[in-house]
């Protein structure tokens, strides 16, 4: 019900980047000390893709009509790496913890204010929809 309205569906586009983000920016402080490790992140997302329907789901094609027919998820967002070249370790890893802390630090606030955008949007709704005013 509530994917049907539009603050709702870019509110949860943006909460599902910002956790496929977080884990990105968790596999680069994990491998903060593999040698010749190449940093990667998501590209941005802009406010055009949040209002852009998700695409619709792949399903596989069976040959047999008693063959299951899995959904496949669609790439919602694209890894990239990020190429830094000024900052690698001489073990060729490029991984500094500090600005992997900070953008994880950003994700927090950006994940923090999606949701209360949601909350204060189901409290207006409620508003809306009380029988005694």
């Known amino acids: 019900m509530f994917e049907d309205l539009t603050l709702f569906a ?25 040698p010749q490790y ?8 802009s406010f055009k893709d949040l209002m852009a329907p998700p695409a619709e789901a ?12 899995p959904e496949v998820e669609p790439v919602r967002f694209e890894q990239v790496d990020v190429h830094r070249p000024e900052e690698s370790k ?10 992997q802390m900070q953008k994880i630090g950003d994700i927090k606030g950006d994940y923090e204010l999606a949701v209360n955008l949601m909350m204060k949007h ?9 029988k005694n005013g």
């Open 10 to 34: 870019m509110a949860q586009r943006q909460v599902d980047y910002l956790a496929r983000r977080q884990s990105v920016l968790s596999e680069n402080v994990a491998n903060a000390n593999s």
């Open 38 to 45: 190449k940093l990667k992140d998501l590209a941005p997302v």
């Open 58 to 69: 792949v399903r596989a094609t069976v040959t047999n009509p008693m063959h299951m027919s």
């Open 90 to 99: 001489p073990d060729g890893n490029q991984v500094l913890i500090e600005d």
């Open 122 to 130: 189901i409290n207006m709704l409620k508003t809306a929809l009380d």
